[in-house]
């Protein structure tokens, strides 16, 4: 790579960085659109920056937007496999959000990933995984 190349994402990677710590701070206020819009950013700077991914799904769970927040979970993990064990309690969290809505294949599907990502958990979900068991 060229010394322009490497300053170029150099600076996306920044601009990331920066969205996304503005994303945080509004997160942390409450300020859900706000938040959402500056990871957007993020992602935007920089498709390869699984933070960015992880801070959006956070905000479109809160907002309700389960299916949003799997798949872009899914992807902060794609990008970045390391951040499996943090992301295990946010799969748990969503599987407990879909069972409330009656979503029970989601539901079993993210207690799984979750057992999957750190499994030590296994001990925890199993009452879980064998009351969804008839809907996986």
């Keep these: 790579q060229g010394s322009a190349e490497m300053a170029r994402q150099a600076i996306a990677l920044t601009d990331a960085c920066e969205?996304?710590?503005r994303g945080y701070a509004q997160q942390l206020k409450g300020d859900w659109d706000g938040a959402?819009?500056?990871y957007e950013k993020a992602i935007k700077c920089r498709p390869d920056y699984a933070e960015g991914y992880a801070g959006r799904a956070a905000v479109e769970r809160k907002k309700g937007d389960l299916n949003g927040a799997k798949d872009d979970y899914d992807q902060a993990l794609a990008l970045k496999?390391?951040?499996g064990e943090a992301l295990a309690s946010e799969f748990e969290m969503l599987g407990c959000l879909y069972y409330e809505r009656q979503q029970f294949?989601?539901?079993l599907s993210s207690?799984?990933?979750a057992c999957e990502l750190v499994p030590a958990l296994r001990d925890h979900n199993s009452r879980n995984?064998?009351?969804l068991r008839p809907y996986g």
């Design 36 to 38: 959402l819009t500056n």
């Design 19 to 21: 969205s996304y710590n």
């Design 81 to 83: 496999p390391k951040l």
């Design 111 to 113: 207690f799984q990933k």
């Design 105 to 107: 294949t989601n539901a």
């Design 129 to 131: 995984e064998i009351r």
